[in-house]
């Protein structure tokens, strides 16, 4: 299999992910997006893994992004939910105010 | 036969991505993310790496989809498709994203066009957790107490009490 093959794959997915950060106005699909980008770093671990045959050293950091994807939706969801409940919307446009939700 | 199989797996991941970020429905844009996570699985799985596929299907669309889907419920996220989903400045970002992808893919297609991925086993279990285990063992324990951290923290952040 040629090594573009994954990279072009990881490159088009990340490009997906920034159109939808950009795009989006509702927090949780930008959340989304964000998972979108990190599966890309992934796949180009993973595909440098098996290009450079070397005892999973790839594979190690993509299990640790994996971790890292997960801890950081968790506290994401948790500031959106934040979010609702101090203004009622999740829309990052009409989210200007950095006062605490009181 | 693995390149026709990470093809596939490839050309279902991107048609599923591109509906998550374009779909006016949310919930539908929340299960195309099940569909686009599992195909990069599948990408994993052709490119030998069986246990990262594995862990891919657990965590993502076991444990984050889940998660994303109960946020949507919780914030009342509606059924119908909203227009107002993606913003106006859309052809704006379509073109940092294109730009970025033939900046991205050209780099690429320079750096490593002629290169080959030899077919070679080596993403069992065993070899992750060997290698986790005794070479990665101080980042992996950083790691655990950072997901432990965001744990807490989101536990804090959601049981806060409005003041006055």
């Known amino acids: ?102 | 036969m693995t390149t026709a199989l990470f093809s596939v797996a490839g050309a279902v991941a991107v048609v599923a991505a591109v509906v998550v970020v374009v779909s006016r429905r949310i919930v539908h844009a929340a299960l195309w993310l099940v569909l686009a996570l599992g195909a990069v699985a599948g990408c994993f799985g052709a490119l030998q790496a069986e246990f990262v596929a594995l862990v891919q299907i657990l965590v993502y669309v076991g444990a984050i989809v889940v998660l994303v889907l109960f946020a949507l419920m919780l914030t009342k996220a509606p059924m119908k498709p909203l227009p107002e989903l993606t913003t106006g400045r859309s052809p704006f970002a379509a073109g940092v994203a294109a730009v970025l992808a033939l900046i991205l893919g050209a780099g690429v297609v320079f750096a490593f066009g002629n290169e080959k991925i030899k077919p070679v086993t080596d993403g069992s279990a065993k070899t992750v957790g060997t290698q986790i285990f005794k070479n990665w063992v101080l980042p992996f324990e950083v790691l655990s107490v950072l997901l432990l951290a965001a744990l807490i923290g989101a536990i804090a952040l959601s049981q806060r009490k409005k003041e006055d």
């Open chain 1, 1 to 102: 299999m040629p090594l573009v093959l994954p990279l072009l794959l990881a490159v088009v997915l990340f490009c997906i992910g920034v159109y939808g950060v950009l795009a989006r106005r509702n927090v949780i699909t930008m959340l989304m997006s964000f998972e979108l980008m990190l599966n890309a770093v992934n796949l180009n671990l993973v595909a440098f893994d098996a290009w450079r045959v070397d005892e999973a050293t790839g594979q190690t950091l993509a299990i640790f992004v994996i971790t890292l994807a997960a801890a950081e939706i968790g506290l994401g969801l948790a500031i959106v939910l934040l979010l609702f409940r101090g203004h009622g919307h999740v829309d990052a446009d009409a989210a200007r105010d950095l006062e605490e939700a009181s």
